[in-house]
């Protein structure tokens, strides 16, 4: 189901905890300023690791004939007798024009930057000093750190690893972990000072999750990545701890003051390798396929225009006399900022996945199939994302269509966001549906060898749209009518909440996500138009109130469901009753919601039939919590 994410403030006692956010501004250990002495040279340059410099905000007008960032291993002050450094690229041309520039540098092979003694914009041609920064000689590079063994003697539930290694800000190694994976909700665990406690929290596992409990592990290396704007600054330990037993299976503790690699270092971009596949469509402007049948499989590689949190989706479709999405069997390919990812799609509705039905992955659709998708490679290049996969013609699994090689087939496409847990949601575009025959449009993958595709160009990102103001619905409203209707897009749900949604959103009194502000002792009475029917997964939106900020509870697995859930009513649904948009969508031509608002028709099946319950806020419900559908 949709996650909402949206809250409920206990008024009476309104606080807001931040997570520290220095490290926002940690680039690495800084080595110096550039002195400015002549053609506009500045900046600031940082060392990521002994052979890795980030240069913060350089300038530099790009006039002289044959300057170079330029570095020495003798004498004080620069000078001839030093060498290139490479600009970002790679080269060793002259340098070009900088304007408040944030660039990566690697040192000439052999060289760690303990081996200069300056580093200057410098002009061959005129043996010129531009701007210099001279590196103390007891200068020291980031480097990851060992945090020592991990785990108590006895074990506790065999948890023991060799070492604990800080990679960089956001990143720690477990050297040949041990845990027998019988604690009922064990986490890796994080929190201030050097004793774990109940104040800790979760930190992701190797996958990315904090809502999976920890699997056994038997010696192996396990490297996890915090999330969101935590970084090893902030904390003062780190182990695995249970949350239901209320037990610390190990920690090792962190210092204070740390000299490691920051994290998020920008990517160097790879080429994006030609095309070597024999067949292409172009599937829009700004999307292509191209494949290749070997044997019984398919190779097939995606290119479009599109950002790194969006992906790009490509099939059969789920009919076979027009494009339907509904039925469609179909890889969600995207790249994540490192590599690129490729999942194998059951759309069995139209909706977000929950309880196995809607827009799933295979590995949670309610048929139970299984990820078909291999050999995924992926790059990207000004602008342009390139994902290649395989997969057999005839996976053998149930959520699979055949793809033939003997007659035509219609396909199914679309490009959209992708949420940071690594789930597609709505498309922002799909396979239009007018082709020749009025169906949509139709491949055949064992035709010979045609490509027909003309170069990709990378388009100008739009501008980001102003959001709507937040809405609020103040302690004296005590009766809240809750509706469906639509998202309001980058303006609206994904400006309150920082996710992609699946095109609706919750409207409480006709307000679309708003904050309640509700007191302790006071009754509320919610009255829920969710849709009543759960075969219809895209009009049945049950509504609950919990502390869990994620939401979705419906399309969590059992292990995914979090400890700590507490619901404090629901989930209640009630007969459907949802604002719709009166032709195509407004929300990214209206300024203002209640302009938006003035497009919507409000639209309930008869009888109207809706779901009351009442809630009333007491001394143990916590001071913020979240309405969610689930």
Excluded at 119 to 137: E, K
Excluded at 244 to 261: E, W, Y
Excluded at 487 to 515: D, K
Excluded at 559 to 580: K, M, Q, R, T
């Amino acid at each position: 189901m949709e996650k909402f994410n949206l809250v409920i403030v206990i008024v009476s006692s309104l606080f807001t905890v931040i997570h520290a956010q220095e490290f926002a501004n940690y680039f690495g250990k800084k080595i110096g300023d550039f002195t400015t002495l002549a053609h506009r040279v500045s900046g600031s340059v940082h060392a990521i690791d002994s052979t890795t410099l980030w240069v913060r905000g350089f300038n530099y007008d790009g006039t002289a004939p044959d300057a170079f960032f330029w570095a020495g291993v003798s004498g004080s002050n620069p000078s001839s007798g030093g060498e290139i450094i490479p600009d970002e690229n790679g080269s060793d041309n002259p340098l070009g024009a900088y304007t408040n520039a944030n660039i990566i540098l690697r040192l000439p092979a052999g060289r760690v930057i303990t081996d200069y003694n300056w580093i200057s914009i410098w002009c061959r041609l005129f043996a010129a000093n531009f701007g210099q920064i001279i590196i103390s000689s007891n200068f020291q590079p980031p480097a990851p750190f060992s945090l020592g063994v991990l785990g108590f003697n006895p074990r506790v539930h065999d948890v023991h690893a060799d070492d604990v290694i800080i990679m960089d800000s956001q990143t720690v190694k477990f050297v040949n972990l041990d845990y027998d994976g019988r604690g009922p909700a064990a986490y890796f665990w994080v929190g201030e000072g050097t004793r774990p406690g109940t104040s800790g929290y979760r930190v992701p596992d190797e996958n990315g999750s904090k809502t999976t409990v920890l699997r056994r592990y038997n010696g192996e290396d396990i490297t996890i990545k915090f999330d969101g704007v935590l970084t090893v600054f902030d904390i003062g330990h780190i182990g695995l701890w249970c949350e239901i037993a209320r037990q610390n299976f190990g920690d090792v503790d962190v210092p204070g003051s740390l000299s490691v690699p920051p994290s998020g270092i920008p990517q160097v971009q790879q080429p994006t390798p030609e095309p070597s596949l024999e067949n292409c469509e172009e599937l829009s402007d700004t999307f292509q396929v191209f494949w290749q049948v070997t044997g019984q499989s398919i190779d097939i590689e995606l290119k479009g225009v599109v950002d790194t949190d969006t992906y790009m989706a490509f099939g059969l479709s789920g009919s076979d006399s027009m494009t339907s999405m509904v039925g469609s069997d179909v890889t969600v390919a995207w790249f994540d900022g490192t590599q690129g990812r490729a999942v194998d799609y059951n759309l069995n509705a139209y909706a977000q996945c929950s309880g196995g039905n809607g827009a799933c992955a295979d590995t949670e659709s309610s048929n139970l199939g299984s990820d078909s998708v291999t050999n995924v490679e992926g790059s990207v290049k000004d602008g342009i994302t390139s994902i290649k996969y395989t997969r057999q013609l005839n996976t053998g699994d149930a959520t699979d269509i055949v793809i033939p090689v003997d007659s035509s087939v219609y396909i199914s496409w679309a490009i959209g966001p992708i949420n940071p847990d690594g789930r597609a949601v709505k498309h922002a575009t799909r396979t239009p549906t007018g082709g020749s025959n009025g169906n949509g449009k139709q491949i055949n993958f064992g035709r010979g060898a045609s490509n027909t595709c003309q170069p990709l160009a990378p388009g100008d990102k739009p501008p980001a749209l102003e959001p709507w103001a937040a809405n609020t619905l103040p302690p004296t409203i005590t009766t809240f009518d809750v509706k469906i209707g639509p998202s309001g897009g980058e303006r609206g749900y994904t400006a309150v909440t920082g996710n992609a949604g699946w095109g609706i959103a919750l409207y409480i009194n006709g307000v679309l996500i708003p904050e309640l502000k509700v007191q302790r002792g006071l009754n509320y009475t919610f009255r829920i138009f969710g849709g009543s029917n759960p075969a219809r997964p895209a009009d049945y939106h049950p509504v609950y109130i919990t502390n869990d900020a994620a939401g979705g509870l419906a399309s969590l697995s059992s292990n995914e469901i979090p400890g700590d859930l507490e619901i404090y009513a629901g989930p209640f649904n009630g007969s459907l009753c949802a604002y719709v948009s009166n032709g195509e969508d407004q929300a990214d031509n209206s300024d203002t919601f209640a302009e938006y608002f003035e497009t919507l028709t409000e639209e309930c099946v008869t009888p109207s039939e809706p779901v009351e319950f009442v809630w009333t806020p007491d001394e143990n419900t916590p001071d913020l919590v979240y309405y969610q559908v689930g």
